[in-house]
């Protein structure tokens, strides 16, 4: 464990943690020559593309933060990149976002086109569990807990959780300035849409750590705060970013009218909201000890990040 | 376990378990009032459209067939049900089949819109692994084994199961009488796009019965038999049936010059390979007592049923 006091000691903490999760999923993945190849090509196409792998650090970091090991939880963490990734892959698609760039390259659907998009978005999203439920790739893990991870990450990207913050997200598209939109609805919206898969992240590393009561439900509120400040940041990004720095179209959020904290409550409040949010956060692990040091300095880039 | 020796017990059989699986599925999933209303309406409007949950009842037949109790299983053989109804949501899309009627109503996507369809989707693949996982459901079967249920399933939806079988398909329209087409493209597809899925019931009732390799491997082959002869017979269904009877468009493949085993080898020899795939899944338990009885009955069922 890093003590990642220093911006360049979080910085080698991400990389390294990046590289390591990266590499699991490599060797996890089938390779592109596998048939159907040009489905496998997709999948690996949108899964590599230069992802900050932000959801599995963040389980690693809580599960450090409880004192266990992170190397051998790397297949469980990596599984939760898979789900982020299907999510980006149809939340792209032409009747969702419609949108053409990710990442700086083209979206699935433009590259391979929408059936081979759909596609690899669900064949990623099924990958992730069958990941989780792998014994041997999990050897060292008891499968009460795998299956307390598989409960944890199927509840928070489900109807309940990611989907349906994006169903809702949708559902509101062109509506805003209308009686029906509320900064409640846009709460739902973010704190699921977003929000879910991040806190189900943090959550996951402490189910691995076997942390206690407190610990869990600590960390818990820690990473509700992370997910609204994530999306917060993000809609403030979208605003403030330039597409070179971001890697995808900017402002497109107000042009497709979307419900983001900017448009609703102004830029200067939304700032405001995301430094809060991750005090908030941060107090919630006030009582952690130096292990817990990479989580405060994740929480601090998640909002002072610039893509 | 009843004997299912005459067309009258396996009917009441069928009917009995289709019965006790809605309401399991009934119970599980989130009410159509839930947040967000329209998407769980979604999810239900395609969950409750009259299907035979052939695949459950597989899995309870193959459970009770080495000896096992199908009641305390229902959870687990239900959540095989979720993912097929999200592969139908998903194989309707404009990208994919285009298709605007499934069992006599609309499709999804001309009910809910192409978003809506999508998440709907998403949302029934994700609840089929928070049902697995979920504990206090499946309060009598251990860890280790709802973890073993989980790797079979997730193996056989994704990209070297069901989503590759699909992949294949789509990418094989359009294509027939060419070279690329064969026999042996015509066999993935089909082993893929429907027999996976059948053969994993058919392994998770032997999973959750505790079968012993011998009987895991004959369950295996029976499945496997079993998988490719209803598609085999599906393809027959398209070309003879009336649209009356299988409730969707009918000689849809053929206008679609989608890879179908009449197209290739011919009807009469489909019929006949529809029969030998029967005979030989029938071979496979052949050492089975009268427990297999069901699961004999269900295979003649599957090449012999008119919808």
Same mark, same amino acid.
């Given at each position: 464990?890093?003590? *990642?006091?220093?911006?360049?000691?979080?910085?080698?903490?991400?990389?390294?943690?990046?590289?390591r999760?990266?590499?699991?999923?490599?060797?996890?993945?089938?390779?592109? *020559?596998t048939i159907?190849?040009?489905?496998h090509?997709?999948?690996?196409?949108?899964?590599?593309?230069?992802?900050?792998?932000i959801? #599995?650090?963040?389980a690693?970091?809580?599960?450090?933060?409880?004192?266990?090991n =992170?190397?051998?939880?790397? #297949?469980?963490?990596?599984?939760?990149?898979?789900?982020?990734?299907?999510?980006?892959? &149809?939340?792209?698609? #032409?009747?969702?976002?419609?949108?053409?760039?990710r990442?700086?390259?083209?979206?699935? &659907?433009k590259?391979?086109?929408?059936?081979?998009?759909?596609l690899?978005?669900?064949?990623?999203?099924?990958?992730?569990?069958?990941?989780?439920s792998?014994?041997?790739?999990?050897?060292?893990?008891?499968?009460a807990?795998l299956?307390?991870?598989?409960?944890? %990450?199927?509840?928070?990207?489900?109807?309940? !959780?990611?989907?349906?913050?994006q169903?809702?997200?949708?559902?509101?598209?062109?509506?805003? =300035? $209308?009686?029906?939109i509320?900064?409640?609805?846009?709460?739902?919206? &973010?704190?699921h849409? $977003?929000?879910? %898969?991040?806190?189900?992240?943090?959550?996951?590393?402490a189910?691995?750590?076997?942390?206690?009561?407190?610990? %869990?439900?600590?960390? $818990?509120?820690? =990473?509700?705060?992370?997910?609204?400040?994530?999306?917060?940041?993000?809609?403030i990004?979208?605003l403030? !970013?330039?597409?070179?720095?971001? =890697?995808?179209?900017?402002?497109k959020?107000?042009? &497709?009218?979307?419900?983001?904290?900017?448009?609703?409550?102004?830029?200067?409040e939304?700032?405001?909201?995301?430094?809060?949010?991750i005090?908030?956060?941060?107090?919630?692990?006030?009582?952690?000890?130096?292990?817990?040091?990479?989580l405060?300095?994740?929480?601090r880039y998640?909002v002072?990040?610039?893509?």
């Amino acid at each position: 464990m890093l003590k *990642t006091r220093t911006e360049q000691e979080l910085k080698r903490y991400l990389e390294d943690r990046r590289v390591r999760i990266d590499r699991t999923l490599e060797t996890y993945l089938p390779s592109a *020559t596998t048939i159907p190849t040009r489905l496998h090509e997709a999948m690996r196409y949108s899964l590599f593309a230069g992802g900050k792998r932000i959801r #599995p650090i963040l389980a690693i970091a809580a599960l450090e933060s409880v004192g266990g090991n =992170g190397e051998e939880a790397l #297949p469980v963490v990596s599984a939760i990149e898979l789900v982020h990734t299907y999510s980006l892959i &149809h939340d792209d698609l #032409p009747a969702m976002d419609d949108d053409d760039t990710r990442r700086g390259r083209l979206t699935s &659907h433009k590259k391979f086109g929408e059936a081979a998009a759909i596609l690899a978005g669900d064949a990623l999203l099924t990958a992730a569990f069958a990941m989780l439920s792998d014994r041997d790739l999990n050897r060292t893990i008891p499968p009460a807990i795998l299956l307390s991870v598989i409960d944890e %990450l199927g509840r928070a990207a489900g109807s309940l !959780g990611m989907v349906g913050g994006q169903f809702a997200d949708i559902a509101s598209e062109g509506m805003i =300035g $209308t009686q029906t939109i509320s900064e409640e609805t846009l709460q739902y919206v &973010h704190s699921h849409k $977003t929000g879910s %898969l991040i806190c189900a992240a943090v959550r996951i590393g402490a189910l691995l750590g076997v942390a206690g009561p407190d610990a %869990l439900s600590s960390l $818990t509120v820690y =990473g509700e705060k992370a997910g609204l400040a994530f999306q917060v940041a993000d809609d403030i990004l979208d605003l403030e !970013g330039t597409e070179k720095e971001t =890697g995808k179209r900017v402002r497109k959020d107000g042009a &497709h009218k979307k419900l983001t904290y900017p448009v609703i409550v102004g830029l200067a409040e939304s700032k405001r909201l995301a430094d809060q949010l991750i005090r908030e956060g941060l107090e919630a692990v006030s009582s952690f000890g130096v292990e817990a040091d990479p989580l405060r300095a994740i929480a601090r880039y998640i909002v002072e990040r610039k893509s």
